[in-house]
């Protein structure tokens, strides 16, 4: 079991930055792959970025690539994501997820996940 806590949220202005983090429960966090995610009002939601167990491998949705960054800290149990250029289409819920497979988590389809922590950017 993996309890996923996110953070780092809130208000910020267009081309501001934001770091969000997820703090994971449980000893086995380098067993598994961590994503984020995001929801907007009244969209589905979308994947975002993802990093492999031991963070030498990441992916990114096309429209954050360059501006965002996702890490981990597998001694601090912690997957981070570093936005910057934020933009008023990023407003969104971010949620952290959690699988042990790579391919779930870009599906979408992964076991856990947090309750999520809103993002807003002002124009």
């Known amino acids: 079991q993996v309890q996923l806590v996110e953070s780092g949220g809130g208000l910020v202005q267009a081309g501001g930055s934001l770091r969000l983090s997820c703090a994971a429960s449980?000893?086995?966090?380098?067993?598994?792959?961590m994503g984020w995610f995001r929801q907007a009002p009244g969209k589905e939601r979308e994947f975002v970025a993802a990093?492999?167990?031991?963070?030498?491998?990441?992916s990114y949705e096309d429209s954050v690539k360059g501006r965002f960054t996702i890490s981990r800290d597998n001694a601090k149990n912690t997957v981070y994501l570093q936005m910057n250029s934020l933009k008023p289409e990023d407003t969104a819920v971010y949620y952290c997820?959690?699988?042990?497979?790579?391919?779930?988590?870009?599906?979408?389809?992964?076991?856990?996940w947090g309750q999520g922590t809103q993002v807003t950017v002002s124009s």
């Open positions: 449980g000893r086995t966090f380098s067993s598994y792959v």
């Open positions: 990093i492999s167990r031991s963070g030498d491998s990441t």
């Open positions: 997820a959690a699988d042990m497979y790579i391919a779930a988590v870009l599906a979408g389809t992964n076991h856990y």
